[in-house]
C-alpha cells in the first residue's frame, strides 16, 4: 500500500444536473438478480446498496417499468405500491450516509422470454427475434419471434416509463436514468435492423429515435431536465445490435439529447460487450467521440482502473468514471482509490446467483 500525495481528479467533487456529488467515480448500474418475490427489493439490498454509499453517485441495477419488460429472473420492478416501498429503505440508506442515487428504467422488449412473463410473448417495434441466447434460470435458450407494438400500444410503453419515473421519485431516488443501451427496448426501436416499421415511428432515423426520445420527455416531466441521464452503448452488438450509419445514428440521438439539456449522458466504451471486455482497436464511439457533440457531463464506463479512469478525466475525455465489476468487489472504492490499496478479486460466478455469497461478503478496508 503507498500513500498518494496528489489528491486524484477521480476523487474530486463535482457537480452533475443540480447535485453536488463527493466524487467521479460511479457506481455503474449493475444486474445481480435477488430481488426477492414479486421483484420487490429485500432486506440484503439495503445492507449492498449502502455498503457502496460512498461512490460519487450511484445508478441503481437496471430495474423493469412493466411486468413484461422483465429481461432475467429476480430483476427489481418498480412499477408496483409494494416495489416502491421496498426501495425506499435502499435510497434512505445511501442519503444517511451522504450519498446520492439515480434509478436506471429499464424495458426489456424482445431481450424478454415467454418463460420470464408466464408465457406471454415478449413485445418489440418489430417482430423480429433477437439472433442470441436468453440467460434463463435453467440454461440458454434461443430468443423467440416477439409480438410486434401496435401504434396504439407505444404511448402506452412511454406512460410506463413516465409512472416508473414518478414512482422512483416516490421511492426517493435522486434522479433516473434511460437504459437504452445494450439491445433493449429503446436501442430496438433506434436500429434498423430490429425495427422494420413503417409508421412514424420505423424508417427515417428520426422516426426511429422518436420512442427514445419521448420517453426521455416523460422523464425529465417528472424529474426535470437536470436529474436525467440516459445510457447508451453505440459501438456493442450485444443481445444483436447491429445498423447502418452508426456514427450518423447515434450523433443524432446524441445531438438531440443534448438540445434536451440532460444532466449527464453515460456511455459504454467499445471494448464493453454486454457485461464482458473485448478487443478494442480504436474505432469504437466512446466518450472521446462524441465530446465534441454533447456540451453536457459525460459519464464513461468500459473496465477502466484508478489510473486509466484518472487519465481519461485528466485528458478532458469524460467527466466521470463509472465501475462495474470493481464496486462488486470493493464497497469502499472511493477510500481504496484514495491510498492506491489493493482492490478485492471480484468472483464472477457469483454475479448473478442469489443469497450474500459474492453480493455483501466483500470486505471493505475498515473490515480488513
Known amino acids: 500500500m503507498t500513500t498518494t500525495t496528489k489528491m486524484l481528479e477521480l476523487l474530486s467533487p463535482a457537480t452533475v444536473g443540480d447535485l453536488e456529488l463527493n466524487n467521479r467515480a460511479i457506481m455503474a ?85 415467454p418463460d420470464l412473463l408466464d408465457g406471454e410473448l415478449p413485445v418489440a417495434p418489430s417482430a423480429i427475434a433477437a439472433d442470441y441466447l436468453a440467460d434463463l434460470p435453467n440454461g440458454q435458450f434461443p430468443h423467440v419471434i416477439p409480438r410486434e ?29 434511460l437504459h437504452a443501451a445494450n439491445g433493449y427496448l429503446p436501442e430496438q426501436f ?22 427514445m426520445l419521448e420517453v426521455v420527455r416523460a422523464m425529465i416531466d417528472v424529474y426535470g431536465k437536470e436529474r436525467v441521464g440516459v445510457r447508451l452503448a453505440p459501438s456493442s452488438t450485444f443481445n444483436d445490435m447491429h445498423g447502418s450509419d452508426i456514427p450518423g445514428t447515434f450523433t443524432y440521438v446524441v445531438g438531440e439529447l443534448d438540445r434536451m439539456g440532460i444532466a449527464y449522458l453515460h456511455i459504454v466504451e467499445p471494448r464493453i460487450k454486454g457485461n ?79 443469497g450474500e455469497e459474492g453480493y455483501i461478503d466483500y470486505p471493505s478496508l475498515d473490515a480488513a
Open 29 to 113: 448500474p449493475l444486474t445481480r438478480c435477488r430481488a426477492g418475490f414479486g421483484f420487490v427489493p429485500q432486506p440484503m439490498n439495503t445492507t449492498y446498496y449502502a455498503q457502496r454509499a460512498s461512490a460519487g453517485l450511484i445508478i441503481s441495477e437496471a430495474s423493469q417499468v412493466a411486468s413484461n419488460g422483465l429481461g432475467y429472473a429476480n430483476t427489481p420492478g418498480i412499477y408496483t405500491q409494494e416495489q416502491v416501498e421496498g426501495w425506499k429503505p435502499i435510497t434512505q440508506a445511501i442519503h444517511d450516509r451522504g450519498g446520492k442515487i439515480f434509478m436506471q428504467l429499464w424495458h426489456a422488449g424482445r431481450v424478454a422470454h
Open 276 to 354: 464482458v471486455t473485448i478487443e478494442d482497436d480504436g474505432t469504437g464511439l466512446g466518450a472521446k467521440f462524441f465530446r465534441p457533440i454533447f456540451s453536457g457531463k459525460i459519464i464513461s464506463a468500459g473496465g477502466y482502473t484508478r489510473e486509466t479512469g484518472e487519465e481519461a478525466i485528466a485528458n478532458n475525455e469524460t467527466d466521470f468514471i463509472a465501475y462495474g465489476r470493481l464496486y462488486v468487489a470493493n464497497p469502499d472504492l472511493p477510500q481504496r482509490f484514495a491510498i492506491d490499496a489493493e482492490l478485492n478479486k471480484y468472483d464472477r460466478s457469483t454475479f448473478y446467483t442469489s
Open 149 to 177: 407494438l401496435t401504434l396504439e400500444e407505444i404511448p402506452q410503453i412511454i406512460e410506463q416509463f413516465r409512472q416508473g419515473a414518478q414512482n422512483a421519485k416516490e421511492a426517493g431516488f435522486d434522479g433516473v436514468e
Open 190 to 211: 433506434l436500429r434498423d435492423n430490429s425495427n422494420h416499421r413503417t409508421d412514424e415511428y420505423g424508417g427515417s432515423l428520426k422516426n426511429r429515435a422518436r420512442f
